[in-house]
């Protein structure tokens, strides 16, 4: 039985594909054991279709998702957050807001899939790599000993599922 619920964000600078993704697969692959937020440092206001339309294809309910400020993370009354991913190179380079609580962060960069250009097939297929990335990742991360195992080693373990 799962003593506490871990808080997790994911960021990315819009906030509309890549950490979309993320919070998605966490918070099915996670469950009752972590809850799973994303937001940007400029939300591009909605996600990406193509991001909704592979989730919806892998049957997540799409209707919770949107496209947020990071700033909602850190005002008073927010989660408190135990972990904190970046997900696209411009956030990982961004000074973040101060996170009550010192959350353990990593970085989990993924190629921008909204960024491809050409066919629809094509885009599709940027999309379902970036998702299988971050599904091998966040398998990775739900599988991790978090209870048992000492700050330091959970960081570097935390730094080696990126590396994947």
Known sequence: MVEKAYNVLFLCTGNSARSILAEAILNRLGKQQFNSYSAGSQPKGEPHPQALKLLESLKYDIGQFRSKS??????????TLDFVFTVCDNAASEVCPVWPG??????????????VEGSDAEIAAAFAESY?????????FVNLPIQS????????RLDDIGKQ
């Open 70 to 79: 990071w700033d909602e993370f850190a005002k008073p009354g927010a989660p």
């Open 102 to 115: 010192q959350p353990m962060n990593a970085h989990w960069g993924v190629p921008d899939p909204a960024a």
């Open 132 to 140: 299988r990335l971050m599904n091998n990742r966040i398998t990775a």
């Open 149 to 156: 195992i000492d700050r330091l080693s959970l960081t570097r």
